[in-house]
């Protein structure tokens, strides 16, 4: 009984400590006050800002379009990798997987000034080439890392058996192949356009001047001390935060649920 | 039949290449750069003087210092609230309890700055803001690094064959003993895949420190920062990369990180 208690006291605690920030913006989103604090009354003024605030519109497009085509050229890029690299000699495959390892296992900050070196010395620093390349630097390990796994459970007698059928190798490869490593490449595409919103620091330091994300451009408005003169910034974190966390909970529990299925079968 | 294979192997050329320009290449610019200094010409020669200019710094050694203390107490005080969460979280009876796992873990999908301006907002409204910088870093670090203690954690102790602890259970060792001497040492995958994944972040992710210290406090990834944006000298820059990245490999090698089960890598399996 004690130990029950405890543990749920533990759960309650770590979730207050999670969700507390969070609630704080959302309620503090519907009234019109500059600072968290002084209630002004209950109001949609802020969304209203929001919603007529050019620029902030402007970023939040950026954002969503940055990480559309990050995570689209990392899957095509990993998905291909990770194919070609489960096919080759160990020889050729386990050099690629150490260097695929380094972006993941190194520390953003190292990884930003590189590709900030390699672009200044060369061409394309700071822009949007060299920014979509960082993000590609981010995203296209993780998608590696999630094909992989669906290959290694593959049943390598099927794409023979459509071989011996007449199916071409392409044929083989798209309707064969692809099919049962689909859930990986749809959970590396999605991880891809998580790890894109999510990163600040290697946008920083690829990114043309005058162009910004959410990051970057709220890191600023902190830096600057612009952000309690616009609290409409408020109601988009409230908005980012509701709407993220209601997208991870349906699509999660559909995915869970499909391959509860399918492992039933 | 070689022919078919040869063109499989082929898919990997694209992301060989892409790895050798955007990720050996500029690594090993690095390399170059932290230990070539710019001559009174303005040409390039080959130095170690950024690597002595570090260790005789003793402002550099001592935001190396704090950065890695801010870093130790970070991972520790995760890994004290993780393990006990993630115990009873794997250990519940609840059919659902992946379900409850996602709530806990739902901060990995949510823009970190703004879950850190938020955690600001919060800090300043109980009166911590400009007055605890150390504390607010510390706090910050838990608060966006914990999903990546709990879910390694979770991971390895729901896979945990249960009656291995039957076993000891049956063989009279009571509860405590169970834990420490089966559960706990079965658990250590995922104590140092978590800990591998906060360490080195709470040592370089700036955009905390700024944020909950009023830029007031240094830690180390800042200071790379600092050397390439404000002062202009990346052949520190570079420098002081280098010894972050021999900190990452020595930490990586005291943990035995190199052999833990890539796929709990900064929760590659979260989809």
Sequence with gaps: ?265 | MTKLHFSRKQLCIPYALFLLLFVVIPMLMILFYAFTGEGADGSLTFTFSNFAKFFTSTAKLSTLLMSFTIAIISTAICLLIAYPLAYVLARSNWKKKNVLLMIFIMPMWINFVLRITALRELLDLIGLLGTQNYLNTIIGMVYDFLPFMILPLYTTLEKLDKSYLEAAADLGGNKFTVFTRVTFPLSMPGVISGITMVFMPSMTNYVVSDTLSNFNITILGKLIDEYFTTYDNWHMGSMISIILLVIIFLTLLATGGFKEDKNNARGANLW
């Excluded at chain 1, 096919?87 to 993941?104: D, E």
């Excluded at chain 1, 060299?130 to 390990?141: A, D, E, Q």
């Design chain 1, 1 to 265: 009984m004690v130990r029950k208690i405890l543990s749920v006291a533990l759960c309650v605690a770590v979730l207050l400590f999670i969700y507390s920030p969070i609630l704080l913006l959302v309620v503090y989103s519907f009234t019109s006050a500059n600072v968290i604090g002084k209630w002004e009354g209950f109001s949609f003024s802020l969304y209203g800002d929001l919603f007529r605030n050019a620029e902030i519109m402007q970023i939040l497009l950026n954002t969503v379009v940055l990480a559309l085509v990050a995570a689209a050229l990392s899957t095509l890029l990993g998905t291909a990798g990770a194919i070609g690299i489960f096919y080759s000699k160990k020889r050729v495959a386990a050099p690629l997987r150490g260097i695929s390892q380094i972006p993941v296992i190194n520390a953003e900050i190292v990884t930003a000034i590189s590709l900030a070196l390699l672009f200044s010395m060369v061409a394309f620093y700071r822009t949007y080439f060299s920014l979509v390349i960082g993000h590609m630097v981010l995203c296209t390990p993780f998608v590696v890392l999630s094909v992989m796994p669906k290959l290694k459970q593959m049943d390598p007698n099927i794409y023979e058996a459509a071989l011996d059928l007449g199916a071409g190798p392409t044929t083989a490869l798209f309707k064969v192949v692809i099919p049962q490593i689909f859930s990986g490449i749809t959970a590396g595409f999605m991880l891809s356009i998580t790890l894109s919103l999510d990163d600040y620091i290697v946008t920083a330091f690829t990114k043309p001047k005058t162009f910004d994300t959410i990051s970057t451009y709220v890191y600023n408005a902190v830096k600057n001390g612009t952000n309690s003169s616009t609290p409409a910034l408020r109601a988009l974190s409230a908005l980012i935060f509701v709407v993220m966390i209601a997208a991870v909970l349906i699509l999660n529990l559909r995915v869970r649920k499909h391959s509860a299925k399918e492992s039933a079968k």
